[in-house]
C-alpha cells in the first residue's frame, strides 16, 4: 500500500501543525485514546476513514457503536435516567493480536511500533483473522470495489479483490510525523493520539488520570486503543 | 468363506451393466464440470457470488471441509484400531475403510481451494509458514495424511497386485515370507496411522477451539467432540460402503459383522451425545456470553437445525442400534448409518453457524457487511447465511469428484482382505 503522493508536503504551516504527531519516547508504541465524555456519535470520523483510505461502499474500518440497544437511540441506564454514549470502533491494535497469531502466511504481523499490519499482496483470503478478531474490525474483499464516484479519493493503494483489510492507524501519515486522519478531523477532539511507551505523555496520562480501559480485557489482547469513560452523565 | 487367500477380486456377481456404470460416470463428470465452471466463475468474480459475508465470514466450504476430514479420521481411527487391537472381525471392511479415509481427505483437502480468496496464492501457506497458527498445522496434518493413507491403500493392496502381475506392486513377491514382511509392515502402519488420524481431526478442530474470540467455540472438549463425531460420521459411511460393495458383489462378509459394527455405531453416537450434552450444559449453566449463543441455538432461528441433530441425527439412529432385533436387519443399520452420517453434518453446521451468530460486541450498527448494500445499511448486527447456488454446484461437483474416484478404485483395487492366517 502507499504508492501515492501524499498530500501533507502541500499543508497550510498550521495545518501541519494542527496534524503534527507530538512528544514520544526513544521507542515508541503507538496507541490512541478515545474519549467517551467528548464523542457526539456524529461518524466524522469514520467518514474520513473511508476517504482517506478509499474504501468502497459496504466496508467500513472505522465504525461508531451506540451503548445500548438501538442506533442513535438513548439508553435507559442507572436508575431512570436515560444518557447516550457512543463507541468508536476500530482495529485495537492488539500487542496480543490473536489475527497475527491465527494468520497462516503472517500477512498481518507486528510493526516494531505495536502497529498491526497488513500484506495483502501476501494474504490468502483464508478469513481465518477475522474469526479471531474479537473485535469485529477486519473487512473482507468480497468482490469488485463498488465506489460512489468513479475517482480514486484515498491516499493509499486500493486493496485487491479475495484478501482482508482493516485500520493502518494512517500508517502513511505516520510517516509524515502527522496523527491518523480521525484524530485531526474529530470535531470535539474526542481522539488523542500519542505514545504509550511515554509515561508522561499524554495517551498515557490521560489513561490514568481518567481511568482508561480497553475492550473486552478479559481476552488479553492488550489494545493499543483505550477508551475514556463518560465522567459527567447528563440525564436527558 | 473359506478360503485361505482369495486370488484377486471375488468373482463379480451382480455387477451392473456396462451402461449403468457408463451412465453414472456420465453423471459424475458431468457434475464435476459445472462445479469447476463454477468455481472458475467464483475465481473471476470473488467470493461475493456466495452467501458469505463480513458477519459470517465462514460457510459451506468450511463446513464441508470439517466434514470431510471427520469422515475420513473416523474411517482410518476404526481401520487402524481393528488392526492395532486384533480385531479378527474387521478384516473384511479393513481396505475398505482405508480406501474411503484416503479420498475423503483427498476432497477435504480439496475444499480448501474454493473458500480462499486468493487460491493461487495457496504456495504462500509454504513459504511464510506461521507456526503459530493452527490452520498451518492442519493443513500440514492433512498433506502427511494423505500421504499416509494413499501408502495404506496401495499397502494392503500390494499383494493382490503382485499376484495378477500388475507393475502397481513395485516389484514384490508373493512367497510367504513376503506376505509375511506385508502383514508386519501393516502392523506397523496402524501404529502410525491411528495417531496420525486422531491428530488430524483434533487440529481441525483446535481451529475453532482455540479462538477466544468464539466463545461458543472456545472449550477443551471440542478436539474429543470432533474426534467422537468422526467415529460416527467415518463408521457410518464404512458401513454404507460395505453394504452398498456387498450388494454389487465386491464384498464377501456375513450380516454377524453388520450388527457387531452397528452396536458399535451405537456406543459411538451415545459418546458423541454425552459430549454435545456435557459442553453445552457448561457453557449455559454460568447464564454468561457464551450461554446466550447456546440459547440461541436451543430455541432462536437454527434452532430446528439443532433439534434435528438431537432428535433424527443422534437419538433416531441410537434407538435403532440399541434395539437387537433391528441391529440384525442390514437395512435398519443402513439406515440408521445414514441418518447418524447426515446428524452429524447439521452438528458441524451447528457448530459453525452458531460460533459466528453471537459478535462479542454486540452495539448497533453492528459488523459492515462488506458489500454494497444499495440503499439499505451497509451493517448488521445478526445475518442470515445461505448458501448459494455456486456454492452448491462447487461443493457437488468435489462429491462428484469423490465419487468418481471411490468408483474408479473399487473396480481398480481388489477390495477383498485375504482371511486370516
Ligand atoms: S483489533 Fe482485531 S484486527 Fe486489530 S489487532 Fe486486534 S485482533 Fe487484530
Ligand atoms: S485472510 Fe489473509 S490476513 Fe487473514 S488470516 Fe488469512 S491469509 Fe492471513
Redesign the interface.
Known sequence: MGDKVSPIAALSPASRAWGEIGERSEHPRWGMVVDQERCIGCWSCAVICKSENDL?????WN?I???????DQPAQARGEALEMHW?P?ACQHCENA?CV???????TYHRDDGLVMQDND???????C???????V???????P?RPTPYETGMVAAR?????EKCTLCVHRLAEDQVPSCVWSCPTGARVFGDLNDPEGRVATLIRDREGFA??EE??TKPAVHYLPPRRRNPL | MSATTMPAAPAAAPVPGRRALALWIGLLLILIAAGVAAFAYQFATGLVVTGMRNTVMWGNYILFFMFFVGLSAGGLIVASAGRLFGVKAFKPITRLAVLEATIAVVLAATFILPDLGRPERLLNIFLFFNPTSPMIWDITIVIVYMGLSAFYVWLYARADLARRGSWLALGTGTSERTLAREERLKSAMAWVALPAAILLHSITAWIFGLQISRGFWYSSIMAPMFITSALVSGMGLVILLALVLRRLGRLRFEDDLVAMLGGLLGTFIAVEAFLVFAEYLTASYPGAPEGAAVARMLVGPYAPLFWFEVGVGLGLPFVVLAIHRLRRDPRAVAAASGVAILGIFVHRLNLVLNGLSYANIQLPPGLPVGVDQGAGTSFATSYWYVPTAVEWLIVAGILAFGALLFTIAVRVLPMQEPEAH
Open positions: 468502497p461502499l459496504g466496508m467500513w465504525r457503536l451506540t451503548e445500548g440497544d438501538a442506533l463507541l470502533l490473536p497469531k491465527v494468520c497462516p502466511v503472517q500477512a501476501r494474504c490468502i483470503g483464508c478469513r481465518y477475522m474469526i479471531a478478531c474479537p473485535y469485529g477486519r473487512n473482507f474483499n468480497w468482490g469488485a463498488v485487491p479483490v479475495g484478501t482482508v475492550l473486552l481476552v488479553g
